[in-house]
């Protein structure tokens, strides 16, 4: 149940203002509301089954060691890709196939090697399990592609993007250095490598800041609630 709530949480919070949250979004503002949640959900059960499997896999041919290392590493660079945020580069007009299939395939392709299916990959180590993490993010894309659509086209809102940003960015981070306290060794916390890898730590988060300010990551929003309302196959 702990895989399943953590991989859960760690998915919406990632989820927000992610570049896959913006495609659903812009989706929704040309098809059925409804056809892009059954899309979001296809598309993400299958991508994110295979990053569970991989995850899982990669925890029985590397010591248990190295890969939660590894992974509470990738936790702290989720965080700071978090603060960077992210773009849409076209995704929404890819491919011309019926909305479904659309919708499906472009989500699918915009999650390979995207912050979220690398996430679910870290948590399949980290728990040591495939379905209740895979469960967990699935659902978790879901909620959060939902209240985006929600709270962003049908109530004609942005979500406040810049603090959901810096919470989720926090909270990956902080797991992130959780996890490689845990799995460390106690002679590296010594006082000058703490001091240096916080310094560190906050120029990566200075950078990425400065980075993301440059970045317009703005939530697509559809000209009216007729749109979304409306809108047919």
């Not at 991989?54 to 989720?78: C, E, N, Q, R």
Request: hydrophobic share 55%; glycine share 8%; with cysteine.
């Amino acid at each position: 149940m702990t895989a399943f709530i953590a991989s859960l949480i760690f998915v919406v919070l990632a989820e927000m203002g992610d570049k896959t949250q913006l495609l659903a979004m812009a989706f929704a503002c040309k098809f059925r509301w409804q056809t892009v949640m059954w899309g979001v959900f296809v598309a993400t059960a299958v991508n994110h089954l295979l990053a569970a499997a991989a995850g899982s896999y990669l925890a029985t041919v590397i010591p248990m060691v190295y890969i939660k290392v590894a992974a509470a590493v990738s936790f702290i660079i989720f965080g700071l890709w978090t603060i960077r945020g992210d773009t849409l580069e076209g995704e929404d007009n890819k491919y011309n196939c019926s909305p479904f299939w659309t919708v499906t395939i472009a989500f699918f392709m915009a999650e390979m090697g995207d912050k979220t299916q690398l996430a679910t990959i870290a948590l399949a180590v980290e728990y040591n399990t495939i379905i209740t993490v895979w469960m967990g993010t699935t659902i978790g894309m879901v909620i959060s592609n939902g209240f985006g659509i929600i709270v962003g086209n049908v109530m004609g809102k942005h979500i406040p993007e810049r603090a959901i940003k810096w919470v989720s960015a926090l909270v990956f981070i902080a797991f992130g250095g959780y996890g490689l306290y845990e799995n460390l060794p106690p002679y590296v916390w010594s006082l000058p490598i703490i001091s240096a890898s916080l310094i560190v730590l906050a120029a990566a988060i200075y950078c990425a800041a400065r980075l993301g300010a440059g970045v317009k990551n703005q939530l697509p929003v559809c000209e009216n609630l007729e749109t979304i309302t409306s809108n047919k196959e």
